[in-house]
């Protein structure tokens, strides 16, 4: 369990910022305390455990390898184009802002350079079978590289000793760091741009508005089976109200992007074929 724990403290123990902004991000709700103080028992306040350390950095690998993959193979992106000053520009400059604006120019530049020099990398690709081999073979090599650096640092740094939960800490390279980082910000730049994404995201935050007040306002209507059975179990009494929210929300925590918004069109749609009113 601590292991999933990516932030392990609650909203209100959330700590500051490096840049001194309020920290959103928290892993565990009022609840939930006493089975998060009893996972947490003996820990290091703060602190993910090596295991919830290496989760986070698979997320990370697997993030930054298989976006520009996708780009690539959907012929949004040629790795060769970042040969332009322009375009090696925009992408040192999103890999600062969204990723590692500690980093200089200098470094990020030049952790795009060794990547550019491994013999896996694709400046150019025909859409052939062939190269679509070679790019399956440069994301496994990618995250071998990434993967096996991290590992060997770890255990230079730990020695003989365990490397379970908080008897070591993941050591991840600078250079690894970098690299990482300008594969992000390489697919940030020629896939998601704040003029496209901020749309999405204002229309995902409003998606699950609805779910959220929709649900909690038709009595359980349109909560799946497991879901409607709790919420006719909880009945009236002290507490009801917070209960049906929580409900609501593992619930709705349980959609994925196309089940959402099934389900949110099922709420506010239209029946184009009776011209029903929306249901909600």
Known sequence: MDATCKYPWSAEDAPQRPDGKPNLKFGVYQDDLSVFRWMREGAIEGRKCLEAQVMDLADDISYSVHDVEDAIASNTLQLGQLADPIARARVIEWTQRWYLPQATEEELDAALRRLEASPVWIPLMDGSRKDLARLKNMTSQLIGRFAMSAVEATRDVAGDGQLTRYSA????????????????????????????????????????????????????????????????????????????????????????????????????????????????
């Open 169 to 280: 800490q993941l050591v991840v390279p600078h250079e690894t760091e970098l690299e990482i980082a300008v594969l992000k910000g390489i697919a940030t730049a020629f896939v998601m741009t704040v003029r496209d994404a901020q749309p999405l995201y204002d229309n995902q935050n409003e998606i699950l508005t609805i779910l959220v007040n929709a649900l909690m306002e038709t009595d359980g209507r349109f909560l799946s089976p497991e879901f409607a059975g709790d919420w006719r179990e909880i009945g009236d009494g002290p507490g009801a109200e917070a209960a049906r929210l929580r409900l609501v929300v593992d619930q709705v925590a349980c959609l994925t992007d196309i089940s959402a918004v099934a389900l949110h069109d099922k709420i506010r749609g239209t029946n184009w074929r009776t011209g029903d009113k929306p249901l909600w």
